[in-house]
């Protein structure tokens, strides 16, 4: 089945405690990219990559990083969580062509304290 | 820079009927992708709808048509006969390179 798995689904961490949500994609879609949503603001992307090796910064990338060292992983990493990050987070993939549509996880609810 | 505008953050329709949400946009660039997603309580974000902007039609899928004017950037979801399980945010996105960006949301509540 295709599909785009995130991990975890639910992540309570603390201030300053790096954590890595880890997203896989089973479809060798080349573009991936990573989104948090907040009520009223809608799905911001954070960061973006076009292929292995290649990452873009989104709208609002402070405070987090990516790696795509492999076509399939596109992980985020939060170095030091703040609780401003307390967001509902969203993976995503599609094929490189704009007309494409995106595959998405099914999100991970992370709340810091 | 907001560059996508849904100014209805909630809707009413009844159960049977016809709704459009709305949806702006803004770009210089003559090659980008206009999507609808769809959201149900549950949280999956659920592809409906994709409009090139080279396209000539407006796109339909079912149910779901999008009303294209380039000239106006605008790209309106049309749903017609409205059920209960379309109850959900409804987001539209524009896609430019490798950029994605969302509107807020709006809110459809079907009423039986």
């Known amino acids: 089945e295709a599909q785009v798995t995130q991990n975890p689904r639910y992540l309570i961490t603390v201030t300053g405690k790096k954590l890595t949500v880890t997203c896989s994609q089973n479809?060798?879609?080349?573009?991936m990219s990573w989104y948090r949503q907040d009520p009223g603001l809608g799905l911001r992307q954070i960061y973006y990559s076009m292929n292995v090796e290649v990452t873009d910064k989104g709208d609002v990338p402070e405070g987090y990083k990516v790696s795509r060292k492999e076509k399939r992983n596109f992980p985020l990493i939060l170095e030091s969580p703040s609780p401003n990050q307390t967001s509902l987070y969203f993976c995503a993939s599609s094929l490189l062509s704009l007309g494409t549509e995106a595959f998405f996880g099914q999100g991970t609810r992370l709340t810091v304290v | 820079a907001q560059k996508i505008t849904q100014t209805q953050p909630g809707m009413f329709v009844q159960e049977k009927e016809a709704v459009t949400l709305d949806c702006t946009y803004d770009t210089s660039d003559p090659s980008y992708g206009l999507f609808w997603y769809k959201q149900p309580s549950s949280g999956e974000m659920i592809f409906l709808i994709y409009?090139?902007?080279?396209?000539?039609q407006n796109a339909t899928e079912g149910r779901y048509s999008l009303n294209f004017q380039k000239a106006r950037k605008s790209a309106n979801l049309v749903i017609s006969a409205s059920q209960l399980g379309d109850s959900a945010m409804y987001f539209c996105?524009?896609?430019?390179?490798?950029?994605?960006?969302f509107g807020a949301g709006t809110r459809l509540t079907v009423k039986p």
């Open positions: 409009q090139g902007s080279y396209d000539q």
């Open positions: 996105a524009m896609r430019e390179g490798g950029d994605m960006r």
């Open positions: 479809m060798n879609h080349e573009y």
